[in-house]
């Protein structure tokens, strides 16, 4: 339950980072980077012609 717990920290920890990342230096984000699947889900939750509702919650997608 714990080493599950960590991973879960860890994950969220990786999915603010790329979002703080993109939200400050979406154009300077280089093209490797946007390459790693997180990076793409996070990136895709962010677009503003995306609802609410479409968005994949944190939980989804550290659930996989």
Known sequence: ASA???MG???R???DDNRRE???HEEKVSRS???????LVV???MKANVSPGQNL????IIDG
């Open 4 to 6: 599950r717990r960590a």
């Open 9 to 11: 920290q860890f994950a």
């Open 13 to 15: 920890q990786l999915i």
């Open 22 to 24: 993109l939200s400050q």
């Open 33 to 39: 980077r946007r390459a790693d699947f997180l990076t």
């Open 43 to 45: 990136e895709a939750n």
């Open 57 to 60: 919650s944190d939980q989804t």
